[in-house]
């Protein structure tokens, strides 16, 4: 069964406007990485926060981590055309950290 | 710009063919990664290799045929396909296998767009 979730599966916003979407998985993590991916492209990590942290910053982005609800949340602030892409949660879950992708949350910034 | 290279980026071959998919990573890293890119499905880990040697395995059928020459070079063997194998074939790489409580960033490649005729 899939690992990790995101929801919306689809995200349509203007620029400046901030988006959100969430993940949530089922076991217990050791960490969560955030990745980002154009249109046919390979992934770009984001950002990772670790199981004993609860919020983390890196420029636009804001991602918080609540392991009570086994969910995690990336913010993206004042967007821009060029956030444009699919963004992916991974969680790594076991003994040696087997990354498990979720599907991904599509999003698209219009000018 | 990742340190991760594919090649070819795009193939398209018929299912009797035999064609292979290139990684190289220019980053030091120890652990490597093939992984299968579906539309609409989440990735899908097929092979770990850690210091050129198989770790995993996950459940790919033969018709896949992973090579680790050495840190810095992965390859996928491709051999009577299906149509259904058509997907975006990722590489990644990682400074180290996973242990536990620590989980290294992977960095991937630009992807090969595989279509299966």
């Known amino acids: 069964s899939q690992q990790g979730e995101e929801d919306p599966q689809a995200l349509s916003i203007q620029e400046g406007e901030n988006a959100t979407m969430n993940c949530s998985y089922k076991?217990?993590?050791?960490?969560l990485q955030w990745y980002r991916q154009n249109s046919g492209r390979g992934l770009v990590h984001l950002i990772l926060?670790?199981?004993?942290?609860r919020e983390k910053h890196s420029g636009r982005l804001r991602v918080t981590l609540d392991t009570s609800k086994k969910s995690s949340s990336l913010l993206i602030t004042a967007s821009r055309a060029a956030d444009t892409a699919s963004y992916f949660c991974?969680?790594?879950?076991?003994?040696?950290?087997?990354?498990?992708f979720g599907a991904g949350t599509q999003v698209v910034v219009t000018p | 710009e990742t340190g991760v290279t594919q090649t070819p980026r795009h193939l398209v071959m018929g299912m009797t063919n035999k064609k292979s998919l290139k990684c190289e990573q220019h980053l030091g890293h120890n652990a490597m990664y093939w992984y299968k890119q579906s539309a609409k499905k989440p990735l899908e880990l097929m092979f770990v290799?850690?210091?050129?040697?198989?770790?995993e395995n996950n459940s790919v059928p033969s018709r896949f045929s992973p090579e680790c020459p050495n840190s810095s070079h992965l390859f996928l063997h491709l051999h009577t396909l299906q149509p259904e194998d058509s997907a975006l074939y990722l590489c990644?790489?990682?400074?180290?296998?996973?242990?536990?409580?620590?989980?290294?960033?992977?960095?991937f490649g630009p992807g090969t767009r595989l279509t299966v005729l």
């Open positions: 290799y850690n210091f050129k040697e198989q770790t």
């Open positions: 926060i670790r199981s004993n942290e």
């Open positions: 076991t217990s993590i050791n960490n």
């Open positions: 990644a790489s990682s400074q180290d296998l996973p242990a536990s409580g620590s989980t290294d960033t992977q960095y």
């Open positions: 991974a969680t790594a879950t076991d003994s040696w950290g087997k990354l498990q």
